[in-house]
């Protein structure tokens, strides 16, 4: 079995390993889409939520998902 050890990370300057980097650009990319679809909708309606999560969706749910049915 291995070992896992889990260390805390301070500071944002302490935050190098690629994993940070990674999910900085995945925020990144679901943000701009979120606001892209907010901007198509015409701001102000009341949709942000739903923009943000129809982006996470978009952009970070897998292109399949397995059901294990008896």
């Known amino acids: 079995m291995s ?7 301070e500071t944002v300057k302490d935050r190098t ?3 940070f980097a ?3 650009h995945m925020f990144q ?3 701009q889409r979120a606001f892209e679809l907010f ?3 015409g701001f102000g309606n009341g949709q942000a939520l ?3 999560l129809s982006a ?3 952009l970070c749910w897998p292109a399949a998902e397995v ?4």
């Open 56 to 58: 996470e969706r978009e």
């Open 39 to 41: 901007a198509k909708r």
């Open 29 to 31: 990319r679901v943000q």
């Open 50 to 52: 739903e923009d943000w």
């Open 22 to 24: 990674e999910a900085e």
């Open 3 to 9: 070992h896992v050890h889990i260390h805390r990370v």
């Open 17 to 19: 390993l690629p994993a």
């Open 67 to 70: 059901a294990d049915n008896d």
